[in-house]
């Protein structure tokens, strides 16, 4: 792999004023470099050239946090950038739409999920929609600290950092609010949309 950043897919400013330029400053330049640097001092000479899927997968399969816990904090990020859009509010695909209804009940209801699992993270994590593999069904799920729903053959559609560094800046102790904010004004469907038809695909 390339211990080299994915750009910003926006400006930094572009998602206020739900998000700051501060935040995703500190975020992107600070925290998501911070995990690529500890990774790129962590990891051997026979891993190098994995790519970063594979060397989570392995470094979960062998209990080496040296490595999992920057290698899935890169990856999550990277995966967080994508699941926002300055451009919302945007909408699922039709398909994905009907996915969420017979999984849920309805949009709302998903929302309702997904802001119970984003709250209830007692401390650092993350909120992820993804599609269980195993039921072949939409789930909503939350992951303490670094973990990653990958190790779980279920594939990410979505995800909501709910770290503090996240947030605190914008919203101080107001998790709910920036969940809020999240769902209702940044969520990118049409990232989640595309996931969803490449996961039916490979099915
Ligand atoms: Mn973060």
Same mark, same amino acid.
């Given at each position: ?12 400013d ?47 399969a062998?209990?080496?946090?040296? $490595? ?5 904090? /890169? +990856?999550? !990020?990277?995966? @967080? ?15 994905l ?57 279920? $594939? ?5 950092? /709910? +770290?503090? !560094?996240?947030? @605190? ?14 769902l ?20």
């Open positions: 792999m390339k211990f080299e950043l994915p750009p910003l897919p926006y400006e930094k572009a998602l206020e004023p739900h998000i700051s330029a501060r935040t995703v400053g500190y975020h992107y330049e600070k925290h998501h470099r911070g995990y690529m640097d500890k990774l790129d001092k962590a990891l051997d000479d026979d891993r190098r050239d994995l790519d970063l899927e594979e060397i989570i997968n392995h470094a979960y062998t209990g080496d946090e040296a $490595v999992f816990n920057p290698a899935a904090q /890169v +990856w999550n !990020h990277n995966f @967080y950038w994508q699941s926002l859009t300055p451009e919302g509010p945007t909408s699922p695909s039709p398909e739409e009907d996915e969420i209804n017979s999984a849920f009940g309805s949009l709302a209801d998903f929302k309702t999920a997904f802001t119970e699992a984003a709250a209830g993270e007692f401390g650092s994590g993350w909120a992820w929609l993804v599609q269980d593999t195993a039921t072949d069904r939409l789930r909503v799920i939350s992951t303490t600290d670094a973990m990653n729903p990958l190790t779980a053959n279920k $594939v990410p559609l979505l995800t909501l950092d /709910v +770290w503090e !560094h996240a947030y @605190y800046l914008d919203y101080q102790n107001e998790r709910a609010a920036y969940i809020e904010a999240f209702e004004a940044m969520i990118n469907w049409d990232f989640a949309s595309q996931r969803f038809q490449q996961v039916r695909k490979a099915a």
